[in-house]
């Protein structure tokens, strides 16, 4: 499971202007295995116009959602919270004693 930094898909073409659109750059992220953009919806919005212009197909959006929902059902995002161990958890019993000071 690969998750980008925030807007990266979108910074492909904004910022460092590898492709001319949005759409491009939403699809080059994809398909270079990017499973999930991890910012705003500016560039996901246009998977849709990526996948009808030929940029990016259905499957590499399965393959993502594929990715993605495997990783949330290992971490027991999709159990009874009362299931899931890691809500157990507490801030306290996890906290540095350095950031105590802060």
Known sequence: FVVS???????????HHYNATLRAGAAQGLNAGIDQEGGSALA????????????????????????????????????PPTHVSYNAL???ATELASNGRH
């Open 5 to 15: 930094d925030y807007d990266a898909w979108a910074n492909i073409a904004l910022a």
């Open 44 to 79: 996901i919005s246009t998977l849709p116009a990526a996948i009808r212009d030929g940029l990016t197909t259905p499957a590499a959006v399965a393959r993502a959602f594929r990715n993605l929902f495997r990783l949330r059902i290992r971490l027991g995002m999709l159990d």
């Open 90 to 92: 507490r801030y306290n």
